[in-house]
């Protein structure tokens, strides 16, 4: 059984029903705004589903698949689960388990300015696994920031009937596009609106409540040579080691189009 939740529906490009600064700043690392965006996203979860949860002797909560550098909506989903534990303790109920889609993506292409047959296209190659006997018949909850063209959905469902996995789950998401009349890349228009220049993603970097995703490292390894010199001049050397371990760790090294920026880091 399948339900969907968005906080916030998008009808106008014009009318957006969020801050898209704040919300681009969430989607490059700024971890305030994921505690902000979570803390509203469950009052207003928890108003619909408090019934449905506390009839539950055990839920799960899912992140979007990754593999070893989390996504933005992971963080959204660490503060929605510490939400969601407060809540079940507060009725005396198990804090919930957490689990993951591991995902091997295979591609550099920033697909917020796709439409969804392309966006499926694309990310059809990626890899990914899941532990079905942990979540076989389980009430599940997984957590993305935004839905677009539900290429995310159709993509999760897939890995869901691909192992056989049987259950209740609620897709949650931040915000929603509704209007079929808005092109899906109004994604991109939300995710860089407040990254303009180089020195947009080094003021990211250098907050306290700034923690590297798969975005923004992406990002950086594409950077063109003087630019990405320039970062590297402009933050911390704790950051540029946590940069090169995550790059390597996802195994961004054996990308092409990232090969010689991990290089001038390794040296």
Same mark, same amino acid.
């Not at 003087?226 to 970062?231: E, Q, R, T």
């Not at 940069?243 to 189009?257: C, G, M, T």
């Given at each position: ?135 076989? !018949? ?50 991109? =228009? ?61 195994? =961004?090294?054996?990308?092409?189009? =990232?090969?010689?920026?991990? !290089?001038?880091?390794?040296?």
């Amino acid at each position: 059984m399948n339900t969907s939740f968005s906080l916030h529906q998008i009808y106008s490009k014009e009318n957006c029903p969020f801050n898209e600064e704040e919300y681009s700043q969430f989607k490059f690392g700024d971890k305030y705004y994921a505690k902000k965006f979570a803390d509203e996203l469950f009052t207003k979860f928890i108003e619909q589903y408090t019934d449905l949860l506390l009839a539950q002797e055990e839920i799960i909560i899912l992140p979007s698949p990754y593999l070893s550098i989390p996504t933005a909506s992971n963080f959204l989903c660490h503060y929605f689960k510490e939400n969601l534990n407060r809540f079940l303790f507060s009725h005396h109920k198990k804090a919930c388990l957490e689990s993951k889609i591991y995902r091997n993506q295979t591609y550099v292409t920033d697909y917020g300015n796709l439409d969804f047959e392309d966006r499926v296209k694309l990310i059809s190659n990626d890899t990914y696994y899941i532990d079905q006997n942990f979540i076989n !018949n389980k009430f599940c909850i997984l957590l993305d920031d935004i839905k677009i063209t539900g290429s995310h959905e159709h993509t999760v469902n897939k890995i869901l009937n691909q192992y056989k996995v049987a259950g209740h789950f609620i897709f949650v998401y931040f915000a929603e596009l509704k209007s079929k009349d808005i092109h899906p890349k109004i994604e991109n =228009y939300y995710n860089y609106f407040a990254i303009k220049t180089i020195d947009d993603i080094i003021n990211i970097v250098n907050k306290a409540t700034f923690q590297y995703n798969t975005r923004i490292i992406k990002y950086i390894l594409n950077l063109d040579e003087d630019n990405f010199h320039y970062l590297l001049e402009n933050i911390s050397k704790d950051r540029i080691k946590e940069l090169f371990q995550l790059a390597i760790s996802n195994n =961004y090294h054996q990308i092409k189009e =990232y090969k010689n920026n991990i !290089n001038y880091i390794k040296t």
